[in-house]
């Protein structure tokens, strides 16, 4: 069992930079891939940055590459999401999700634990 919860968002001007944290709890050490998903409002839920926890390998989509940062803070169990130069279109619920199991960075069946989420708005 794991546990996760967001912390972080809040409401910028664009151009702005925010840190999103996740903090997990329980069996952190079965953790192997950890993702930030975002949801708009009317908008299908997407993948926005991915690590894979073993090595720290990151995936990006393409909208936030040279954007955002992702990394992992092994000691305090924590994720994070380094966002700046915001977009309006970064507007979102943002959510992190861990996985256990081989799958697709994207796939979001896949990932078990999901945290409650963490609102971003940036406004032009």
């Known amino acids: 069992q794991v546990q996760l919860v967001e912390s972080g968002g809040g409401s910028v001007q664009a151009g702005g930079s925010l840190r999103l944290s996740c903090a997990a709890s329980?069996?952190?050490?079965?953790?192997?891939?950890m993702t930030w998903f975002r949801q708009a409002p009317g908008k299908e839920r997407e993948a926005v940055a991915s690590?894979?926890?073993?090595?720290?390998?990151?995936y990006y989509h393409d909208s936030v590459k040279g954007r955002f940062t992702i990394s992992q803070d092994n000691a305090k169990n924590t994720l994070y999401l380094q966002m700046n130069s915001l977009k309006p279109e970064d507007t979102a619920m943002y959510y992190c999700?861990?996985?256990?199991?081989?799958?697709?960075?994207?796939?979001?069946?896949?990932?078990?634990?999901w945290g409650q989420g963490t609102q971003v708005t940036v406004s032009s």
């Open positions: 999700a861990a996985k256990t199991v081989y799958g697709s960075w994207t796939s979001q069946p896949s990932y078990r634990y």
């Open positions: 329980g069996n952190t050490a079965s953790i192997r891939t």
């Open positions: 690590i894979y926890t073993p090595v720290r390998m990151t």
